[in-house]
Structure formats: structure tokens, C-alpha cells
């Protein structure tokens, strides 16, 4: 019978990644791997183990073959029903939170997984927190990471403004309610980019990714309506490609929108932007 280092020596993955799949499958810590290397491993795990390793080996992301990927601090579920979250995305978050008044309310438009939804909440209790998608699988899962973690959210399906609230939400926003902040991560891949044909991109929800077009048609749809969503002096903010910056302050400046400001990511390029309502 195999035992954990006779695996481990023998998964062609880097050790990294097959020390990853083995926790995974047997559920023990990274010390525990070391102190029980020579334990067996039962046939019905070496066979599940070789099975993730091979779904690894053809490119399948390590999220979606985990279940999971941290996200501000927290675990948070996905499949590949949504987006792999991305460090980048943090700073989406916490401009969120800088502009977001103390019993404010905030809108997360194609919420996805739910990360920026549901850790807002979490970082500001206080808040009101409306997520939305117009995939029920994305918002099942979001739906998942919020019982989870705790938080109280009011849920909507439909494509950005035309989102309709669940009834079955824990707590209901009034009816046209106006926010203080409306954030979005959308699809802002143009059509025909090479990165969807490379790394875990080719796994990924298409229709997440792309707009199919130039990359900047969803975030023209929500600019054109948001000011009806947002509270005089209220906030949009988009994270967006890093050579689009320029582009999303135009179409903000078009719509209407003032103060408009884009900030950079670790790696000093454009990725959110945000803007005031009139």
C-alpha cells in the first residue's frame, strides 16, 4: 500500500500543490503531512488523490479542484460557476469601504462568488448590503459563502439595474431605496484577448470575464444608470483592466459623474476607479 511520502515523491505536480491536494483529501494539517508521512494511504484516497492530480495536470485551477480561495483574510467557496478571486480585487474592496458612510448602504453588482458583498458587511456591520447577479448559480454560491461567514444580505437576480430582490433574503432593503455606494467587478475582458485562452482564464465563467465586445459596454450599461441607484454625493466604483483607466473615467465623466478618480494596484496599474453622483 502506497503510504503519503511514496505519493507525494511520486505526484509529477510541484510539492506545493500536491501537499495542497493531500490535506484536501485526507483533511490533515501541513506538520501532520510531515510527522505521518510513512501512514498508508487507503486505495479509495490514493485513487482520489491521483484522480485531482491529473484534473491538475490538464490546467484545472487549484480553486475550483479545492473548492476554495481566500479572499480578505476570509475562505470563501467557488466553483466554476463564478470568478476565481483575486488579490486585485482587494483593492476594489477597501475603496468601497473608505467611501461608504456608518449605516450606509452599498450595492454589489454581479456579485459572483460574493466576496465584495459579503465582506463588507462583515468588515462594517453597520452597513446595508444589497449583491446581485444575473447568474442563479453565482448567487447560490454567494448565498453559501454569506451563511458561512455570517453575513445578512439582501440578494437580487437579474442582469445589473433590472436585478428583482428575493423574498427569501434575510432582511429587505425599501423598495427603491437609494445607495450610497454601487460597486462592480464586470465583465471587462475584450472579446478576443488572449489571456481567455491561457492559465486559469480557460476555466473561468466566460460571460464573467468578457463582455464579448471592446471591455467597456457593461461598465457604459451600469455608469448609464447608476446615477438613478445612487444618492446625491453617492458613490460608483468599478475595477476594471490595467489600460483602461482613461476609458472608464470618460464614460464616468460622460454619464454625468464627477470627482472622478482611478487608483492603482500593487504593481503601480490602473484598476478602480471611482466617481460621485450629482
Known amino acids: 500500500m502506497t503510504t503519503i511520502a511514496q505519493w507525494l515523491a511520486a505526484c509529477p505536480l510541484p510539492k506545493n500543490e500536491a501537499r495542497m491536494l493531500l490535506q484536501h483529501q485526507t483533511g490533515f494539517s501541513r506538520s501532520q503531512l510531515i510527522t505521518r508521512d510513512g501512514d498508508a494511504l487507503p486505495a479509495a484516497d490514493s485513487a482520489a488523490l491521483d484522480a485531482l492530480a491529473a484534473r491538475r495536470l490538464a490546467g484545472e485551477p487549484m480553486a475550483y479542484i479545492l473548492g476554495r480561495r481566500e479572499f480578505y483574510g476570509r475562505e470563501f467557496a467557488v466553483s466554476p460557476a463564478v470568478l476565481i478571486p483575486r488579490p486585485e480585487t482587494e483593492h476594489l474592496l477597501e475603496a468601497a469601504l473608505q467611501v461608504l458612510p456608518e449605516g450606509g448602504s452599498l450595492w454589489d453588482l454581479g456579485t459572483g462568488s460574493g466576496i465584495i458583498a459579503v465582506s463588507a458587511k462583515l468588515e462594517r456591520p453597520d452597513a446595508r448590503v444589497r449583491a446581485s447577479d444575473i447568474s442563479a448559480e453565482a448567487l447560490a454560491m ?3 459563502n454569506a451563511r458561512t461567514l455570517g453575513a445578512d444580505i439582501e440578494w437580487a437576480q437579474g442582469s445589473w439595474f433590472d436585478a428583482v430582490p428575493a423574498a427569501d433574503s434575510p432582511f429587505r ?5 437609494k445607495f450610497d455606494v454601487i460597486v462592480s467587478n464586470p ?3 475584450e472579446a478576443g ?3 481567455l485562452a491561457a492559465g486559469d482564464l480557460r476555466f473561468e465563467p466566460q460571460g464573467a470575464l468578457t463582455d464579448f465586445a471592446d471591455g467597456l459596454s457593461c461598465i457604459r450599461a451600469i455608469a448609464a444608470g447608476a446615477c438613478q441607484h445612487l444618492k446625491s454625493g453617492g458613490r460608483l466604483l468599478f475595477e476594471h483592466g490595467y489600460n483602461q483607466g482613461a476609458a ?4 464616468l465623466a460622460a454619464a454625468g459623474f464627477t ?7 500593487l504593481a503601480g496599474l490602473d484598476r478602480v476607479t471611482s466617481a460621485q453622483a450629482a
Open 173 to 177: 432593503l425599501p423598495e427603491n431605496e
Open 187 to 189: 465583465p471587462y475582458i
Open 142 to 144: 454567494a448565498r453559501r
Open 193 to 195: 484577448d488572449a489571456h
Open 248 to 251: 472608464v473615467r470618460e464614460i
Open 259 to 265: 470627482d472622478i478618480a482611478t487608483q492603482t494596484d
